[in-house]
């Protein structure tokens, strides 16, 4: 059985590095441009999740209770006009 030739080692082991290290620039780029992105936010006037999903629970409740608001009204408008309405004479 004939042996690889020396050159065919060296070059697996040369690929081998340069993708370890492209694996590894990768992470370091990643981490570098989150910490850039998270700078930029900082000094952006933008809302948490936390504080985004608190003030749409807020809005949900305050439609509800308008919404129940406007059938009460509408149910009292209803039951002042059959009051108010003149009863028929026979």
Known sequence: MQERPRI???????????????????????????????????????????????????AIAARNANDALERRIADLEARLAAASAPEAKP
């Open 8 to 58: 065919f080692e060296d070059m697996s082991r040369l690929f081998n590095d340069a993708a370890g290290a492209a694996k590894n620039i990768g992470k370091e780029a990643e981490t570098m441009i989150k910490a850039q992105v998270e700078r930029m936010m900082s000094t952006m006037d933008i809302v948490t999740r936390e504080e985004f999903e608190a003030v749409r629970d807020m």
